[in-house]
């Protein structure tokens, strides 16, 4: 059984995903971003390492086989869907480095389910700390001024850990915007543990953003 590389990149066409294989994933990156693909230079996303990564790839092009632009390695795909997919697999990540399988898989729901959220401004519910996140383009911005626990925050996702560690706060408050990629992430942030935002961030009506989830499954 051949073990090797998959992954998914970004392309310079939003919506426009690239996934393929190699054995040298460091190299192929830099040639990736560097030289770029058909015209378009890529981004690395995500990559794990897989036993049968020949057949695992041939399996990929067939489920998303509607999908792809002929004749090439390029897939009009929501990038999330692909993470997703890829992380449930057997084997070892690759890229991010810092991060769990799981803690993959769930970051990338989280990001496919945030698309439902609508552009505007929501307010942390918590009796501890006030806090502010803005949604704008798709991005969700932890705005300045927003409160934060001092605690240990080891128990986070490491590449958020890193976040933290880079971020402007000063006596458990944030002095400058953090854009994170989900609203878990963001109230992650503020509590220095794992939680599920959408439990957390409320609309100006007092809604908790839940109600997206659930506007989404009542029109099914």
Known sequence: MAKGILYVTTTTISGL????KTTNFKERMRQLELDGYRGLLCKRAYAI???????????LDEIFSKSR???????????????????SMEGRTIYPEAESKSEVFIEAADRRQSSRIPDGVYTFTSSKYKA?????????????????SNSNPSTITKGWIRVLEDADIENGVLLSDIECSSPSMASSL???????GWEYWKNNEGQLIKVYRQQDIDSE
Do not use: C, W
Not at 17 to 20: D, H, Y
Not at 49 to 59: G, S
Not at 132 to 148: D, T
């Open 49 to 59: 390492e897989v036993e049968d990564y020949d057949e695992k790839e041939l399996l």
């Open 190 to 196: 503020i509590l220095h543990h794992p939680s599920n």
């Open 132 to 148: 502010k996140m803005r949604k704008e383009n798709g991005k969700f911005i932890l705005l300045s001024g927003s409160q934060m």
């Open 69 to 87: 632009v002929p004749n090439t390695e390029l897939f009009a795909l929501d990038l999330n869907l692909v993470i997703q997919l890829l992380s």
């Open 17 to 20: 995903v690239k996934i393929g």
